[in-house]
């Protein structure tokens, strides 16, 4: 418990993780916001499987509005 | 799997994209005069350190924060017209998505630029990566600043993508770079139904990352100053109403992008008059509700009378700041009300009006905020206590940062399609008579069971 | 170091009925610091920095202190509090304000980026910014005091400060250091009465004590026991280590 | 004479006629509790508050809570059902009236609990006969009042309507006095055009007017509070805070109470999943405003560290009141996590053993042991365990560290195990939040007045122990709200029959525009590329 409680306001205290945790924030951002746009292109009808099951709720959501 | 259909505006959307006139040509070179007096200035600033602004002790903080918070505040219009109706499921918010999101993609780096300015060593900013320490809500702005500005780039680059993909293919007679420039912008966008079906279900998901992302913005950016003792600064309100005062000057905003859009490249098939009627109902909700907030904190300040909290209440309500304090309440809040309720329907030239003073009225907002409290400090003495009055060098630096948005808009609306083709099109598809499928809605099971 | 290093924890009280505002420890504190000197237009704007400020209380000049000739004017002088809990310490984004583990919050011009977050913070108002390239005019730049805590990316103490930075009273720590280097060549333990700030040194009416607040014999630690003892904006929860005696 | 669908005959107007025996149970049991809780004020009546446990300085207890609590829980009706109602929401016509009656008992019953608060009840009038308007509770008196009315009127509104329509479909073997009754109450109505016009210019009125009234209701009543200058209450955000809090738990009410008809009654053909699943959420949204709001008024207190305020989210934190305020957070995530992952969950991951309910067992078990374990003396058995199964010996601050990981992970487990099982049941799940929701908001007003009482600026710090009195009068206070809500759903139907119908008509017509699907021509297909050669 100590060391949760340390660890937690070394985090938030010493110089440093802040900045890394930033750099964390963005560059997953970055990574996903890649891999969606990638994956949006490659949407082909007539091409690949459909990745996801995902995907047909998306479809069912879209025509049914 | 739903057809696509050509959208009958289409020629009037991309029609800004096909005349540039001289009148552009002035506008951009007035604006890029104003951003060069600005950066004159801000050469002065970082010259001669920034002694050069009217900032001193105790007030550190002026014009610039305040423009970073209202600038924060404008660029949330976009988010909430696309992203939170778009949750709420508003259709009639397609047309307008755009213009709205393009304000929050040039306005977010005039916001950011504020604090770089407002720094006193700028060239140490990269201190904050190498150093951050999470504890500062300075971070916390850091961070979720950043990621909004990358976030809502990317947002809307997405709804962007198959209306370049347009421009390549109709925009042939364009110069060879801008052909060149949609070419690669497109990354090959086809228009495969698929893809659409894939776009629409990031940017639905995107939609409410984006939301949370807007909450947790503004709500951090008021908690550098929430998080201090000083008073009036130090209330737990400060970030509900920092949001809503945000959300309520943005979409004052688009409002005003909207109204000119519309007359300047005649889209008023396009921008129907009812957008105008649907903002204004979301306007009256926002004036009230920043009414309820505003009294809701002076209120308590009042009556639990703490000494120091006083003096900021008193230097607001009757004192130095009592002035703009009431010509903020006055502009943000008696005429706006008044011309939302009884003049505003069907009638743009008042909700421009209203909704210029609206945003006017913020700007003031954010002062009255942030200068009375540094004003009126518990222990500083100072022979003229408080006696800020900003010089030529913030006032030249705030107009080229309103020039350099303005600039970037009106350079956008000339290279891209300031109205979504695609989203709008489906919306043509949608009407009932031509479409493919009404849509049918379930009464509960009532209407299965019940007999008629 | 070897010589039974222990941290002390610092503290000054301030006596009011022996302060006779005279400015001294001001004084003291500019020539000891290397604060610049502005001009009186800089300073009429309110960009004079006195790390250790002498000023009448209340400060609201709007504030009714009494009908001439019967008018009761207070003085307070005031250094760095050098709070137990410092909201300018939480609030700096790059650590270039910190408190140190001998309680000491110490202002690092070499990493500060000017962001003024904790010159907003401080309630007390003790923390100054450079608004201009600091300048001493005449034969004030040739007597400067050579002193400084340098190195690996610190500059402290009262090193020339670059424009666009915070500083702030650091309880003379250079003469801290100074110290503990000699008692360090002369091999022997450090003892907390080699070191006192510059403006407890100079003050005229032996207003200031100072020393370490966790030995219970020391001046300090008997005088914040005085029923006289308070400190300065108690209830915003910061625990000043700068106590002070009531008038009267 | 007014027609009714043969249907809503049977399911809403047939049953107000009879009364069967689970109805005098339950009637008689709630009448026993009030009687009890009548005896006990009287009581108090005559020895005093000092019954209570109230002390100095905790000078507001349970009965405040009570009163801060059933104000709330009464914002359910009017406002849910006025903002349905100005937005036009078509599915919240059979839920409405339950709503409404919600907000009026919730109100007689809030009401109840400032007047068992009163050390004198016997001089309410004073209040205004010597009102100062100065004073936040003279303006708690008028925007009650005036909430109590307009929400009373509200309730009457949409009755008259049904009332007429009771009057002209009695059945034959009616009581008089019932007859009497609907006549009285249809004051003469009679469905003509322009009286049903006017009927509903006067509702869409007052369902404007109600929303402004009903904020500031909650609003006032957290100035009560807020004006004050004791720490933990002097704060600004409490006017917003408290009305999110309020339409908050007053959704899970509305969750409960209409779950209740819904069973009880049988009107599962009327309150149907739809009516579940937006008012859920609407549920999610508040969860998380509220959420937003707790944090943000906790943290600011907690970032100035100010002396007097500090010590009072202290308390709530780790000290005497942490029991209560953690119970509060835990119960808003579990009501979070059933409203909101379930309704996440792909279909597709159900064949995944994870989402099993064997397996939410074995991590409640699990989970048992491992708190277990945490906290049994040092060198805790836990280390123990991990030394001997992994022969690598651990300090016991890092098995502390993985025990704490451990249980949060098999608390997770119980969540995805049960999650499956909670889609399956929508009805169920949301009562289980609601019920989450209006403990946890109970709680949280609770965690707002009592820390700032026990812990005064200038006052030695207290405990405060409700006493039986107190005890038995809150029992009585809910005794008496279901006794309301019972009673007045055996005399008026569950579901507004004429908003129904006419939801009816409306639905009907907007089915006849559908038209059936075309198939797409061949200029459509090409034209769908949006005219882009492919290849």
């Known amino acids: ?65 | 799997m739903r057809a696509r259909l050509i959208n009958k505006h289409e020629a009037a959307i991309l029609a800004p994209l096909r005349d540039f006139t001289n009148a552009d040509r002035l506008l951009w070179a007035i604006l890029v005069g104003l951003i060069a007096v600005g950066g004159y200035a801000y050469y002065q600033q970082w010259t001669f350190g920034l002694g050069v602004t009217g900032l001193n002790r105790p007030v550190y903080w002026g014009v610039y924060i305040t423009n970073f918070v209202f600038f924060i505040g404008l660029a949330h219009s976009g988010t909430f017209i696309s992203a939170i109706l778009r949750l709420a499921g508003a259709s009639w918010r397609k047309p307008l998505v755009r213009a709205a999101e393009a304000i929050t993609i040039f306005s977010l780096p005039f916001g950011v630029s504020s604090i770089l300015i407002d720094m006193g060593r700028p060239e140490r900013a990269f201190n904050i990566i190498f150093y951050g320490r999470f504890q500062s809500p300075l971070l916390w702005d850091f961070t979720a600043v950043s990621l909004y500005m990358f976030s809502s780039v990317v947002f809307f680059y997405l709804s962007l993508l198959p209306d370049i993909a347009l421009c390549r293919d109709r925009l042939t007679e364009a110069p060879a770079w801008q052909r060149q420039m949609y070419r690669l912008l497109a990354l090959g966008w086809e228009g495969n139904p698929e893809q659409y079906h894939r776009l629409e279900g990031v940017l639905d998901g995107m939609a409410i990352f984006m939301t949370l992302l807007v909450v947790t913005v503004h709500t951090v950016v008021s908690w550098v100053f929430g998080m201090t003792l000083q008073p009036g600064w130090h209330t737990a309100l400060i970030g509900p109403f920092f949001l809503l005062g945000a959300i309520f000057s943005g979409t004052a905003a688009v409002v005003i992008a909207l109204a000119v859009l519309r007359r300047v490249y005649h889209l008023e098939d396009i921008l129907p008059i009812n957008l105008f009627n649907s903002l204004r109902k979301l306007l009256i909700v926002f004036t009230l509700g920043w009414l309820y907030m505003m009294v809701a904190e002076y209120l308590t300040i009042y009556y639990g009378g703490v000494t120091e909290e006083m003096l900021v209440f008193w230097q607001k309500f009757t004192d130095d700041f009592a002035g703009m304090f009431w010509l903020m309440v006055l502009l943000v809040f008696v005429i706006p009300l008044f011309i939302f309720v009884f003049l505003g329907k069907d009638r743009i030239g008042w909700m421009v009006t209203a909704c210029v003073l609206v945003n006017v009225g913020m700007w003031l907002e954010r002062y009255v905020v942030i200068v009375p409290t540094e004003t009126r400090p518990r222990l500083i003495y100072e022979l003229v206590l408080g006696d800020y009055s900003p010089t030529w060098v913030e006032g030249a630096i705030t107009a080229a940062l309103f020039s350099g948005m303005i600039l970037l808009y009106a350079a956008f609306t000339r290279y891209f399609p300031i109205v979504p083709v695609w989203e709008t099109a489906e919306e043509a598809e949608e009407k009932p008579g031509e479409t493919v499928t009404a849509p049918r809605r379930r009464w509960g099971t009532v209407g299965k069971t019940a007999p008629k | 170091m070897g010589f039974g290093f222990f941290y002390m924890r610092w503290s000054m009280v301030i006596d009011l009925d022996k302060c006779v505002a005279c400015q001294g420890c001001s004084v003291a504190c500019r020539f000891e610091n290397n604060t610049p000197v502005v001009k009186p237009d800089e300073a009429i704007k309110g960009r004079a920095i006195r790390w250790n400020d002498v000023f009448p209380l209340p400060i609201n000049p709007k504030e009714e202190t009494g009908e001439y000739p019967n008018v009761k004017t207070r003085y307070l002088t005031r250094p760095c509090m050098h709070c137990e809990n410092p909201p300018c310490v939480k609030v700096c984004p790059v650590q270039a304000t910190f408190k140190n583990e001998e309680g000491i919050v110490q202002q690092n011009y070499a990493r500060c980026i000017g962001c003024r977050f904790c010159t907003v913070a401080c309630p007390y108002g003790v923390r100054y910014f450079n608004w201009h390239e600091p300048e001493w005019e005449g034969s004030l730049a040739t007597h400067l005091n050579p002193d400084r805590l340098e190195g690996d990316g610190d500059l402290e103490g009262p090193a020339i400060r670059p424009k666009g930075i915070v500083e702030k009273c650091t309880f003379c720590i250079h003469r801290l250091q100074k110290a503990r280097a000699r008692a360090d060549s002369e091999k022997r333990a450090f003892r907390p009465d080699e070191y006192i700030p510059a403006c407890v040194q100079t003050c005229t009416g032996k207003a200031r004590f100072f020393g370490d607040l966790d030995d219970p014999n020391s001046t300090v630690s008997l005088l914040a026991k005085s029923p006289r003892a308070f400190r300065v904006l108690e209830d915003v929860g910061t625990h000043p280590k700068v106590i002070y005696l009531k008038e009267g | 004479m007014l027609t009714v669908d043969p249907q809503d005959k049977a399911k809403l107007i047939n049953p107000l006629f009879v009364a069967t025996p689970r109805f005098w149970i339950a009637a008689s049991a709630l009448s026993a509790i009030v009687a009890w809780g009548l005896f006990m004020y009287a009581r108090q009546l005559i020895l005093g508050l000092g019954e209570t446990g109230m002390n100095r300085p905790t000078y507001w207890g349970v009965y405040m809570v009570n009163f801060i609590f059933f104000i709330g829980i009464s914002h359910a009706g009017t406002l849910i059902s006025a903002i349905l109602r100005v937005t036009g929401a078509e599915w919240r016509r059979p839920i409405t009236r339950v709503a409404e009656a919600i907000t009026a008992f919730a109100l007689v019953v809030g009401s109840l609990q400032i007047i068992i608060d009163m050390g004198r009840p016997d001089r309410l009038i004073f209040v205004i006969l010597y009102g100062r308007i100065q004073s936040p509770i003279l303006w708690d008196v008028i925007s009650v009042t005036t909430y109590f009315l307009g929400s009373i009127t509200y309730l009457y509104l949409p009755l008259i309507p049904d009332a007429a329509i009771l009057r002209d479909n009695c059945p034959p073997n009616a009581p008089v006095w019932q007859r009497l009754l609907y006549t009285v109450l249809a004051i003469g109505w009679r469905g003509t055009r322009e009286q049903w016009m006017r009927l509903e210019k006067a509702i869409a009125f007052m369902a404007v007017f109600i929303i402004p009234v009903a904020v500031s209701v909650h609003t006032i009543i957290s100035w009560i509070l807020a004006t004050t200058v004791q720490p933990g209450w002097h704060s600004s955000i409490f006017g917003p805070y408290f009305v999110v809090g309020a339409i908050f738990s007053g959704i899970g009410a509305l969750f409960i109470a209409m779950t209740a008809v819904r069973k009880v009654l049988g009107l599962e053909n009327y309150i149907a999943e739809r009516q579940y699943r937006n008012l859920g959420l609407l549920f999610v949204t508040m969860n998380a405003i509220w959420a937003y709001f707790t944090y943000a008024e906790q943290l600011s207190i907690a970032a100035g560290q100010q002396l007097e305020e500090f010590p009072i989210l202290a308390s709530k934190l780790w000290g005497e009141f942490a029991p209560t305020f953690w119970v509060m957070v835990v119960l808003m995530i579990v009501a979070f996590w059933i409203l909101l992952v379930p309704k996440l969950l792909p279909a597709s991951l159900e064949s995944v053993p994870f989402f099993r309910r064997r397996y939410a067992l074995a991590s409640g078990g699990a989970a048992a042991i491992t708190l277990f374990l945490i906290n049994t003396p040092q060198p805790s058995l836990l280390n123990v365990l991990i030394t001997s199964l992994t022969g690598v010996a651990v300090t016991d601050a890092a098995a502390q560290t993985l025990g704490w990981i451990l249980l949060i992970v098999f608390i997770i487990g119980i969540g995805l195990g049960v999650s499956p099982w909670l889609k399956a049941r929508p009805v169920t799940a949301s009562v289980i939040a609601s019920a989450c929701v209006v403990v946890g908001m109970w709680l949280e007003r609770w965690n707002i007045i009592l820390p700032t009482m026990t812990h005064p600026r200038l006052i030695f710090e207290s405990i405060y122990q409700p006493t039986f009195t107190e005890l038995s009068l809150t029992a009585a206070s809910l005794a008496l709200f279901a006794l309301m809500f019972l009673v007045f759903f055996k005399l008026f139907p569950a579901v507004s029959i004429w908003e129904v119908a006419e939801g009816r008509v409306i639905e009907e017509a907007k089915s006849k525009i559908t038209i059936p699907a075309p198939a797409p021509s061949e200029e459509a297909k090409q034209l769908r590329r949006w005219g882009i050669k492919k290849g």
Do not use: N
Request: glycine share 10%; hydrophobic share 50%.
């Open chain 1, 1 to 65: 418990m100590e060391q949760i409680v340390s660890l937690i306001s070394a985090f938030f205290t010493e110089p440093g993780p802040g900045g890394i945790f930033v750099l964390l924030v963005i560059s997953l951002a970055g990574a996903v916001y890649f891999i969606l746009i990638r994956w949006i292109l490659q949407g082909d009808e007539s091409g690949l499987p459909i990745p996801s099951k995902m995907l047909k709720s998306y479809r069912q959501l879209s025509s049914r509005r």
